[in-house]
Nanobody, 123 residues
Framework: QVPLVESGGGSVQAGDSLRLSCAASGLPQYGSMGWFRQAPGREREFVGRIGRSGGSTHYADSVKGRFTISRENAKNTVYLQMNSLKPEDTAVYYC?????????????????WGQGTQVTVSS
């Protein structure tokens, strides 16, 4: 099991920014790294993903233009920069790792997951 540890969550006002980090032991060997979120009473949803080299990214329409994923393989860390936060971004955010290459946008396509970090955005 590859430990993934998210950090950086917190409570902010609408319009603020947050940067989440995902520490992933052995990151360079893994393919897609994804971010998902789950709000109370809702299913877990895809936020975005990044390829192994960092050159390929995909985002959910709801966050496109506001969120950016980056990856520093040398530091075994993946980031989710969240700008212009909205109350509807409130959720627990999870980091996920896939063992193989390829674009992966569903939870079931990933092999390892973190415990999540809470993000709360108030209006």
């Amino acid at each position: 099991q590859v430990p993934l540890v998210e950090s950086g969550g917190g409570s902010v006002q609408a319009g603020d920014s947050l940067r989440l980090s995902c520490a992933a032991s052995g990151l360079p060997q893994y393919g897609s790294m994804g971010w998902f979120r789950q709000a109370p009473g809702r299913e877990r949803e895809f936020v975005g993903r990044i390829g192994r080299s960092g050159g390929s990214t995909h985002y959910a329409d709801s966050v496109k233009g506001r969120f950016t994923i980056s990856r520093e393989n040398a530091k075994n860390t993946v980031y989710l920069q969240m700008n212009s936060l909205k109350p509807e971004d409130t959720a627990v955010y999870y980091c996920a790792a896939a063992k193989t290459l390829g674009v992966r946008v569903t939870w079931g396509e990933y092999d390892y997951w973190g415990q999540g970090t809470q993000v709360t955005v108030s209006s």
